[in-house]
């Protein structure tokens, strides 16, 4: 794909599994964008400089021509808005609402207590050993894709990838958690429509390249 040339910058850490669904949609669209690296077990998000690009000191940010945005669904809906090709929501409403429905499952309910500062307030406030903290995560993954198996598997419009057979904004958010699933040792394989999807993703260079070992700053 033909890179296009355009004032992106994006802040994001390799690890983050929010930077990893935008780092996927840039890909897609084939925006080149200058990384702006911000190592989060360092604190750097807690910086002044940092906190001046976004207040609630998270990753990812994208700036856009001098324009900031924070939370990574918004920043994908904003590119997908102005880099329209190719899509990453279909075009009829209630098509666009089960995209919406998956990604939401995943990013508000899932991703938000299995995240660095949910796992060191558990261990630092409540002085959770790390394996308490990792049951802690695999249980609310674990309920998270039961149900979004439910979502996909056997349904007529689920295709190679969530929706389709090209890939939309449920995917971009899906397999950045498969990604943190198979980082806490869980057995991807005991949900098949998931699985199947994840294989479809990395067959293409966009998902390859936005994983995190594929980043300049991972460890």
Not at 43 to 63: D, I, K, T, Y
Request: glycine content about 4%; overall charge negative; charged content about 25%.
């Amino acid at each position: 794909m033909r890179e296009l040339e355009v004032s992106v910058t994006l802040y994001t850490y390799f690890r983050s599994s929010a930077a990893f669904r935008v780092r996927i949609a840039l890909e897609l669209k084939g925006l080149k964008h200058q990384d702006v690296y911000v190592h989060l077990r360092k604190n750097e998000q807690m910086s002044q400089a940092f906190r001046q690009v976004n207040p609630q000191g998270f990753v990812p940010s994208l700036v856009h021509d001098g324009q900031a945005i924070s939370q990574s669904l918004a920043i994908i809906e904003y590119l997908d808005e102005v880099f329209p090709d190719p899509p990453l929501l279909p075009n009829d409403p209630l098509s666009r609402a089960r995209v919406r429905q998956i990604a939401y499952a995943i990013a508000c309910d899932i991703h938000p207590i299995n995240n660095l500062r949910v796992r060191r307030f558990l261990m630092q406030e409540y002085k959770r050993s790390e394996a308490d903290v990792d049951d802690f995560m695999r249980h609310w993954i674990e309920q998270g894709f039961d149900a979004i198996e439910k979502m996909i598997g056997g349904h007529p419009q689920t295709g190679r990838f969530c929706h389709g057979d090209q890939p939309t904004v449920a995917d971009l958010c899906l397999i950045p958690q498969i990604a943190n699933a198979r980082a806490a040792n869980m057995d991807i394989d005991r949900w098949p429509a998931l699985s199947a999807i994840e294989r479809s993703a990395y067959e293409m260079p966009a998902f390859v390249a936005a994983q995190p070992k594929s980043q300049a700053d991972a460890e």
